[in-house]
């Protein structure tokens, strides 16, 4: 047998990770340390567990987090208002799986952003597309995406993925085009996968914000009922920050 030759067809057959496993073994001289069985479910599993790294590493880049966040570091201090076991049970991701959205309202500074990108960074971890955007940039690349006609591909692009994060909602007032396109947003992905939504607006006013009564209506009624809801109180963590430094 040429180890060689084996080596290069592992890697000609984008076996990479059990290539350089079994080229490790022949110069260690490991090769009969194991019976062929067991040799072969190691290079097997090795191959396995670096695409699977290789897999979520993409995912995390793709997801465009604006902060590296970690459901095992969020904080239930008493008065941020957030239940730990309500939010270790949307930790598992079951939400996603149930097609449920999470809406996380309170001031500026409290962490929203933080547990939306934790619930997103887990997601990752176990293996599911995620996408975490500004609201308002979103609405407006997608307004310049009707211009050069690529709007459609563009919604099927955001419907795709299994949890869409659509932070600081409501910021900006929506006129016309980001109404139109917030609602198709929703409506792709009502029943059909998960979105979380960060805002500092109580959902009481986002009828307002939203405008259009009809359009309101519908959005509203697609995010705002099959959701869980987490109002944040507190100080801003910002503020311990800046503290501290």
């Not at 009828?207 to 809801?229: F, Q």
């Amino acid at each position: 047998m040429n180890n060689n030759q084996t080596v290069e067809k592992l890697k000609g057959m984008r076996l990479s990770a059990m290539a350089e496993l079994h080229l490790q073994h022949v110069k260690n001289n490991r090769l009969n340390e194991v019976s062929p069985d067991e040799y072969l479910a190691i290079l097997a599993d090795h191959e396995w567990e670096d695409r699977q790294n290789k897999k979520i590493t993409r995912l995390l880049d793709q997801a465009g987090f604006r902060q590296k966040a970690s459901t095992a570091e969020v904080s239930f201090a008493g008065a941020r208002n957030l239940d730990k076991n309500m939010f270790n049970r949307l930790s598992t991701l079951d939400f996603i799986d149930r097609k449920e959205n999470i809406i996380l309202t309170g001031a500026s500074g409290v962490g929203k952003s933080y547990l939306a990108q934790a619930l997103g960074h887990q997601a990752c971890l176990m293996g599911k597309k995620v996408l975490y955007t500004n609201t308002a940039r979103l609405l407006a690349k997608l307004k310049l995406s009707k211009v050069d006609g690529t709007y459609i591909r563009e919604l099927k692009k955001l419907s795709s993925v299994e949890l869409l994060i659509l932070d600081d909602f409501g910021l900006q007032a929506f006129d016309t085009h980001a109404r139109e396109a917030l609602m198709d947003i929703i409506d792709d992905r009502f029943n059909q996968v998960a979105t979380i939504v960060s805002s500092q607006i109580p959902v009481s006013a986002w009828y307002d914000i939203i405008g259009e009564g009809t359009i309101a209506d519908a959005i509203l009624d697609r995010l705002v009922n099959s959701s869980h809801r987490i109002d944040l109180k507190g100080e801003s963590l910002r503020k311990g920050i800046l503290k501290n430094e």
